[in-house]
């Protein structure tokens, strides 16, 4: 497998540059827009586009003899061959360009080329748009509180992605707007001021409030509140690179089955450090991904990839500071939209 960066003043010449180096079976695994230094002059000068493709069998070189073991989120080529290029089609390309998954766009291509020889249509740019929302909007899994049974959410994630914020978001609009019973409990002993944070929250919307200090006290706290519709557990912000915290986060988490785990995420956070953020907290059964901080980032494509990459349903999204306006219950449509919505089509 041959690997190369190409950079380019613009995405058509950067996959003119990649079909002639390494020919139209290229497979794209990553685009991005890199800004070049400052000149001597200090002027700034104009970004370029930096495009990293692979192929089996490059045109201008042999492949390498010895081949290295790939990351984990590379495509696997083999499964790749004798599919549509996504580089023919530009709707394709200007996905790519915006950092869509190089394997979900590829498979998009074939998607496409079959639908509009099974459909004889001749692809308005209408069309091919109703049928990428379409696709994107069935590439995604979304859920929502279910109807029965008590249930104890506790909600995980790096530290300052907005955990605390949207559990008293949730806790205001399940008991206010839903009339139910509600406990709210921290394991966040660990953070100076974190307990005051909740307790502000806890005795404005009066709901009662227990700390929870190790496993044991953890697992009675769930217990003497069974009767409770929900249990609400704020979780202290955990750095996904220390296994430590982790397995201390576990320990406590796993006193009770009945615990299901939200891992918060922040739409701000780049496409790679979520897949490992994710990784590292996958040592707990994840039940759905929250993501914050949707108003401070209008580029939306990481969050798909995700999505994509460790699937796991889609629960809520947060937009601001406010409690508890800026939530909303996640929705496929909603998914496709903020993705599509900050593409250039033209
Ligand atoms: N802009 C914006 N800010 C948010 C959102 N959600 C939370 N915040 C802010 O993010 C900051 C951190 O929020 P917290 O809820 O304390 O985050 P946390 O994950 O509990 O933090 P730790 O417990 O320290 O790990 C606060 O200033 C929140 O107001 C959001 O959707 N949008
Ligand atoms: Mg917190």
Known sequence: MQIKRFEAADMQEAMRQVKETLGPEAIILSTKTVRRPAGPTRMPRPSLVEVVAAADHPVTEKPQATPKASPFWLPKL?????????????????????????????????????????????????????????????????????????????????????????????????????????TLVTIDTYRIGAVDQLKTYARILGLPLEIATGREEFQEILWSN???????????????????????????????????????????????????????????PIRSYIFTKLDETDEYTSLFNQLLRFKRPLSYLTSGQKVPEDIELASKGKVASLVLNRIPWN
């Open 78 to 182: 083999e499964t790749q061959r004798n599919s549509a290029s996504p580089l023919e089609n530009p709707f394709l390309q200007k996905m790519l360009s915006a950092g869509i998954s190089p394997e979900f766009v590829r498979e998009l291509a074939k998607d496409l080329r079959g639908w509009r020889a099974e459909s004889r249509r001749e692809g308005t740019p209408e069309s091919s748009l109703h049928y990428l929302r379409w696709k994107l909007m069935e590439a995604v899994e979304v859920t929502g509180p279910e109807a029965k049974g008590a249930k104890v959410w506790s909600f995980i994630g790096p530290t300052g992605v907005g955990k605390t914020t949207t559990m008293a978001k949730l806790a205001a609009h399940f008991s206010l707007r839903l009339a139910q019973k509600i």
């Open 226 to 284: 069974r009767d409770r519709d929900w249990v609400l557990v704020d979780t202290a912000g955990r750095n996904p690179y220390s296994q430590e915290q982790l397995e201390e986060l576990k320990g406590i988490l796993t006193a009770d089955p009945r615990v299901e785990n939200h891992l918060v995420l922040s739409a701000t956070t780049k496409d790679l450090d979520l897949a490992q953020v994710v990784q590292r907290f996958s040592l707990l």
